[in-house]
């Protein structure tokens, strides 16, 4: 690489050759140069060094040029005849200058490299930080990455073939969903979301609601607290459908302790399914249409109490709207 810019440079005169040289290699910061590594006559960094019989040593376009007009060496003086076969390259400060060179580089790309590539590189990370820390503060990011991951995984698990058969996964307690020392209240219903993803997933439900062009949401859930889980502790999440109705799932899941077989929370969620119909549902899966099991004598309390607070909340906002 350094013998084409150095024959490229001599074809044109050495001052601009050298000067353009210095510009590409060298900082434009004034740098100390070792007088042994400038020639003579351009006072520049040698880039194509030639040595003349005498010992001296200058840049090979420079001292052509010379002789063109003169025929002695320019240092030792009119006595001393000099003609162009008498110029030998000069190895020896070719490679001193090469290494001066490679040097200057160096320190060059060291002092650029933090205000340069480094820089660029820390801004897109401060960047990236920025977004994520938006992220966060503004999404519950580790919940949707939760459910994500449960999707995926039960994508891949065993189908379960009995709408209303029983799913259970197994799940541990940890420092994240306790407050003093035992599981938050408020972990036992997102632990049943992501158990009600999995077995959606399983049973195909949610395939069949996404064929039907249809949705699903919990409208409403009831939970039971009849142990606390304390830090650490195994439990089984047990989920199944226990029952349908003309617009909504409704399901049993269970928090059992592994230690001592313990029912430690029970709930109950109601889960409409909006254009849609659980019967139609059931019969695109089944291809036949499926009977409905009986309501068990607790739930059965439990939807009559939805109901009657709904004809409650209808009343009051009918009064609300007439007094106004």
């Known amino acids: 690489m350094y013998e084409q810019e150095a024959k490229k440079h001599t074809e044109e ?16 910061v004034p740098q100390f140069v070792p007088q042994h590594l400038l020639c003579p006559l351009t006072k520049k ?11 001296t040593v200058y840049e090979r376009k420079a001292i052509e040029e010379h002789l063109k007009q003169h025929k002695y060496d320019p240092l030792a003086g009119p006595g001393h005849e000099l003609e162009m076969s008498d110029l030998v390259s000069d190895w020896n400060m070719k490679k001193r200058v090469i290494d001066y060179r490679s040097r200057q580089i160096q320190l060059r790309s060291f002092r650029l490299t933090p205000e340069g590539t480094d820089t660029a590189e820390m801004w897109w990370v401060v960047w990236l930080l920025a977004a994520l820390v938006v992220l966060f503060c503004t999404l519950d990011v580790w919940y949707f990455l939760r ?6 995984r039960a994508w891949f698990q065993p189908p379960v073939w009995d709408i209303t058969g029983e799913q259970v996964i197994t799940g541990r307690v940890t420092p994240h969903d306790i407050d003093m020392c035992h599981m938050n209240n408020a972990r036992y219903l997102r632990e049943c979301d992501f158990a ?7 049973n195909g439900v949610f395939k069949a609601v996404w064929a039907l062009g249809g949705n699903m949401v919990v409208a409403a859930t009831t939970i039971r607290y009849r142990r606390a889980l304390c830090i650490g502790e195994a439990y089984d999440l047990c989920s199944r459908i226990v029952t349908w109705d003309d617009k909504a799932f409704f399901l049993e899941q269970r928090f059992v302790s592994t230690k001592d077989r313990l029912v430690c929370a029970v709930m109950y969620c109601k889960q409409s399914v909006i254009r849609c119909s659980p019967d139609k549902i059931l019969q695109h899966l089944c291809k036949r249409k499926v009977e409905r099991p009986e309501f068990p004598e607790d739930l059965q309390h439990w939807v009559n109490f939805i109901s009657t607070s709904s004809q409650t909340l209808r009343a009051e906002s009918c009064l609300e709207e007439k007094n106004k």
């Open 45 to 55: 960094v040698f880039v194509d060094p030639v040595r003349t019989v005498y010992g």
């Open 13 to 28: 005169h050495a001052g601009k050759s050298l000067d353009d040289m210095e510009k590409k290699l060298m900082d434009p």
């Open 147 to 152: 459910a994500g991951t449960v999707i995926l």
């Open 196 to 202: 009600r993803f999995s077995l959606y997933m399983r």
